[in-house]
């Protein structure tokens, strides 16, 4: 039996992508376990899927200035140390990593130990830690077919990003009963982020009387962001954080708001979801989601509303505008001819694996 090890984490983001390889990796037979970290938001995710979880040190990589940044170059140094035991104990025939900064030292230690390591990037720019990991992986996997050039050394290849089946497969009938609304109004999801996005839910809350008007609303809000004061709004739900719930949700949805995550809206065009993304700012990230979000507005998938020119009455008159023009978004999206990544991404594992 092979046996692989994922890693990624730091957001839900360079979780979930592992886990819609996990069943293709079972039923071809792969023995599975993860290297995260001991408070990351993947342990949760990943425990919660039976799946040996193994716990590394690992400083954050950041872009700013901040005097952790001098500390924590040893804690990645002892992750490198602590993933390298892991490797030699556990004896991976290949090694899958999503990203985020808790991925650098297992990739880093699976190099030391002559373990293949594939990558996979979600985004149009490599983030930080898949562009440091880099020159130690056999293959980047890329969503985008801009990103090809950005990888060096031909290793890029692009897959798209693997989808959850599940995702695939919710149900409209149950995502109703889980909202528990009381008439049949069209339904407006918020999805903010696995950490939620203070931005969108102010203005999602400030203009909810409006919204109400002609929508349900469900919202996700991220954890810690609840409103106790809008728990009995009729026609307005929020959730912290969901994950079972969340196909079913998703397919009972009609238009959506989200970040502009890759993840997030390589799910919404699977499901041809029609939507508004209001990317991350540059303020508060690289840019990687207005990269995003503009590729996807190019093709005619999505509506993009940028943070800085955003106000309360643009957003309810774009929800509206969204809502009259669905169709043509539906359409636009049916032609994509993007599939989802999970076949070629399990091929080029085989590929490599350690025989």
Do not use: W
């Not at 039976?50 to 590394?56: R, T």
């Not at 409103?227 to 949700?249: C, R, V, W």
């Amino acid at each position: 039996m092979k046996k692989i090890i994922l890693t990624g984490g730091g957001s839900a983001g360079h979780v979930t992508p592992n886990l819609a390889l996990v069943p293709k990796l079972r039923k071809l037979g792969y023995e599975i376990e993860y290297i995260g970290t001991k408070n990351g938001i993947e342990r949760k995710i990943i425990e919660s899927e039976n799946i040996k979880y193994n716990i590394i040190s690992s400083g954050k990589l950041r872009r700013y200035f901040d005097v952790k940044n001098f500390t924590d170059p040893f804690k990645v140094l002892k992750g490198v140390i602590q993933a390298f035991f892991i490797m030699k104990k556990e004896k991976p025939n290949i090694v899958f990593s999503k990203g985020g900064f808790v991925s650098v030292p297992v990739v880093i230690a699976a190099y030391l130990s002559r373990i293949p390591v594939i990558a996979h990037e979600s985004d149009i720019t490599p983030g930080l830690a898949n562009r440091i990991s880099a020159s130690y992986c056999n293959k980047i996997c890329v969503t985008f077919p801009e990103s090809l050039n950005k990888i060096k050394d031909k290793k890029g290849v692009l897959t798209g990003t693997p989808i959850r089946e599940e995702i695939l497969n919710g149900s409209k009938i149950i995502g109703r009963r889980i909202c528990d609304f009381r008439d049949n109004k069209p339904v407006l999801l918020i999805i903010g982020g696995s950490l939620g996005s203070k931005f969108i839910n102010d203005m999602v809350r400030n203009s909810l009387d409006k919204l109400l008007q002609k929508y349900n609303v469900v919202h996700i809000c991220g954890k810690g962001n609840l409103d106790s004061a809008l728990l009995k709004k009729t026609g307005y739900i929020q959730f912290e954080y969901i994950n079972e719930e969340m196909p079913h949700i998703m397919n009972f949805a009609d238009i959506v708001i989200s970040r502009a995550g890759a993840n997030a809206i390589f799910e919404l065009l699977a499901l041809k979801k029609p939507n508004i993304l209001i990317p991350l700012s540059k303020k508060s990230s690289r840019g990687d989601q207005i990269l995003n979000a503009a590729s996807f507005e190019k093709s005619g998938y999505s509506m993009v509303l940028p943070e800085d020119t955003l106000n309360l009455d643009l957003l309810v008159n774009k929800v509206d505008e969204l809502y009259n023009c669905r169709n043509e978004y539906i359409n636009k999206m049916n032609k994509s001819n993007i599939d989802n990544g999970v076949d070629k991404i399990i091929n080029i594992i085989n590929k490599y694996s350690i025989k």
